[in-house]
T-cell receptor
Framework: DAGVIQSPRHEVTEMGQEVTLRCKPI?????LFWYRQTMMRGLELLIY????????DSGMPEDRFSAKMPNASFSTLKIQPSEPRDSAVYFC????????????FGNGTRLTVT | DAKTTQPPSMDCAEGRAANLPCNHS???????VYWYRQIHSQGPQYIIH???NNETNEMASLIITEDRKSSTLILPHATLRDTAVYYC??????????????FGKGTKLSVIP
């Protein structure tokens, strides 16, 4: 089991540039979650998908953020245009179907916007 | 989601049991108690979860009070590698067939040599 795979591990970009973060969930998991972690706000849920369909995107900070899940094995989180306040660690997690299935997290992408 | 309350920090001597408390007095009957930990620079790691009964796995034990208003995570023999932030979470189950975890500030556990 390779676990949840995120890429890149680190991203440094300049303000105004587009950033795309990628996630491959664990095979067979039908729920996928994107979280953001900062020192000030801790871990925040941005959006989650069930069977590739976005269920709740109320945590997405603004229209500059978008997430897609074109198939069961791939998801992207895009920020366009990026701003320095978007600097954070972004985590992807996935889980099996079922109400008591735990989330399994990737090791995150550390984003720095200068 | 039901709110949880955890102490901000705790120390534990290496080799001793670490007992991490969590209060969740507003928990609903169908909500599970989950424990995760986060070691610096890594993603949160699932430890254990339970509904009513006490649970044990290779990592830890979870003791839930009879009224379900509080729980304790027990690491039986803490090692230096157990130094991490431990999150107690009560999980809401949405009607769409999925669910989300809402993380609080957790307890920073420091295992002392």
């Amino acid at each position: 089991d390779a676990g949840v795979i995120q890429s890149p591990r680190h991203e440094v970009t300049e303000m105004g540039q587009e950033v795309t973060l990628r996630c491959k969930p664990i095979s067979g998991h039908n729920s996928l979650f994107w979280y953001r972690q900062t020192m000030m706000r801790g871990l925040e849920l941005l959006i989650y998908f069930n069977n590739n369909v976005p269920i709740d995107d109320s945590g997405m900070p603004e229209d500059r953020f978008s997430a897609k899940m074109p198939n069961a094995s791939f998801s992207t989180l895009k920020i366009q245009p990026s701003e320095p306040r978007d600097s954070a660690v972004y985590f992807c997690a996935s889980s099996l179907p079922g109400g008591d299935s735990p989330l399994h997290f990737g090791n995150g992408t550390r984003l720095t916007v200068t | 989601d039901a709110k949880t309350t955890q102490p901000p920090s705790m120390d534990c001597a290496e080799g001793r049991a670490a007992n991490l408390p969590c209060n969740h007095s507003t928990i609903s009957g169908n909500e599970y108690v989950y424990w995760y930990r986060q070691i610096h620079s890594q993603g949160p790691q699932y430890i254990i979860h339970g509904l009513k009964n006490n649970e044990t796995n290779e990592m830890a034990s979870l003791i839930i009070t009879e009224d379900r208003k509080s729980s304790t995570l027990i690491l039986p023999h803490a090692t230096l590698r157990d130094t991490a932030v431990y999150y107690c979470i009560v999980r809401a189950h949405s009607g769409a067939g999925s669910y989300q975890l809402t993380f609080g500030k957790g307890t920073k556990l420091s295992v002392i040599p």
